[in-house]
Each structure stands twice: as C-alpha cells, then as structure tokens.
T-cell receptor
Framework: EDQVTQSPEALRLQEGESSSLNCSYT??????LFWYRQDPGKGPEFLFT???AGEEKEKERLKATLTKKESFLHITAPKPEDSATYLC????????????FGTGTSLTVIP | NAGVMQNPRHLVRRRGQEARLRCSPM?????VYWYRQLPEEGLKFMVY????????ESGMPKERFSAEFPKEGPSILRIQQVVRGDSAAYFC????????????FGQGTRLTVV
C-alpha cells in the first residue's frame, strides 16, 4: 500500500537554528514529489517539485532534496515567518494523477 | 493572474440540506482536484476532473457526493443531505497538465453542518 510519512509531527526551532524535515514514501513508481506550505486557515502553497533521486531545489531559506526512499526539506537560519505546516505529497504510477499527502510537520520558529 | 478561486469561504448548512462548493481554476488550467481536510488530519483526495470529464473519483463517497466541471463555468462539488460528519475544509486545486505537474490550491471552503 502506498504510504507517505512525515517526521517529526511538530518541530520548534529558535530563530536561526537550522534543521530538516523528513518525508519518506513507499510507492510503486514515483512520478513526482511535491512540497507545500500551509498556514492556519489557508490553502496549501506550492513550494517545490522533485522528480528523480539526486534532484535538489532551492528557494530562499528552503532546500528540498530527493532520494529513492525519502525527501528532506532543509531550513537554513529560519525566521518566525517560516512558521507553518509543511506538507509532502507524491504522485505515483499506480494512483494516476492524484496527489497523496502526508499529515505534515508543524514548524514553529521562536524569535 | 488570479489564483484558484473558491467560494464561499465559509458555509453553514443544517443537517439534510444541500451544500454547493464552487471552484474557478487558474487561467489556462483545465485540470481540477478536490480534497477534504478534517481537523488534525491530512488532505484526502476526493475527485479529479478535466473539462466535462470525471477522470478519477476513487476518493469520493459513493452516496450524496457529486462533482462536475462543465465546459463553461466553475467546477462544483455538491453534497446532498449533509450530515455532521461532512463538516470539514474542502480544497480545490488546479493544474495546467494532468501528470507530473504541480497543482495550485485555493483558500478552501469551510463547511459547518449544524
């Protein structure tokens, strides 16, 4: 059965304290892995798409990487405005075009 | 370029009434997804549509729920005879192409059944 597991569930960081969020997946035939950010009461905001192992994408303080089993979202020197829930989703060959989401990591950055 | 527009943002319905949720995709996008999010739970896939076609409705409850994406106008998610368990946030997303392409989400409709 396809699964997407995100860890940790919650993470509290001091401003400037770098860390990584994990998204591990077990799917048959990965078509793409997607990272989103969701603020309370809002819809998910697209961050990155990764397609193949070894690929990396960067945007400001965020960097996403992909291996054959998992993806990491690295946050460098986070700021309070980075506080949000970060969601990982996959598309797989046997699930067509639907995005299969993990339950997210809730990040709080303390000033 | 306006993003994905959902309305209403908040909807209150009494048990047994119908709820209609609307979604206008981004300009140039012909693929629409509907997701449901319950408190403390992840986003659950409901249905995937292209213009005038339902492509995948494997996540849609068999009864009371239906979706459409007509040639003209927004996509509609319809819930008949709502029950308390239907209370949730419903999100619509759109993409330019179906496969291997990121989808962009609207702000959601928060349905409360009283």
């Amino acid at each position: 059965e396809d699964q997407v597991t995100q860890s940790p569930e919650a993470l509290r960081l001091q401003e400037g304290e770098s860390s990584s969020l994990n998204c591990s997946y077990t799917v048959s035939g990965l078509r793409g892995l997607f990272w989103y950010r969701q603020d309370p009461g809002k819809g998910p905001e697209f961050l990155f798409t990764l397609y193949s192992a070894g690929e990396e994408k960067e945007k400001e303080r965020l960097k996403a990487t992909l291996t054959k089993k998992e993806s990491f979202l690295h946050i460098t020197a986070p700021k309070p405005e980075d506080s949000a829930t970060y969601l990982c989703a996959v598309q797989a060959v046997n699930t067509g075009n639907q995005f299969y989401f993990g339950t997210g990591t809730s990040l709080t950055v303390i000033p | 370029n306006a993003g994905v527009m959902q309305n209403p943002r908040h909807l209150v319905r009494r048990r047994g009434q119908e709820a209609r949720l609307r979604c206008s995709p981004m300009k140039g996008h012909s693929h629409v997804y509907w997701y449901r999010q319950l408190p403390e739970e992840g986003l659950k896939f409901m249905v995937y549509l292209q213009k005038e076609n339902i492509i995948d409705e494997s996540g849609m409850p068999k009864e009371r729920f239906s979706a459409e994406f007509p040639k003209e106008g927004p996509s509609i998610l319809r819930i008949q005879q709502v029950v308390r368990g239907d209370s949730a946030a419903y999100f619509c997303a759109s993409s330019r192409n179906g496969g291997r392409t990121e989808a962009f989400f609207g702000q959601g409709t928060r349905l409360t059944v009283v």
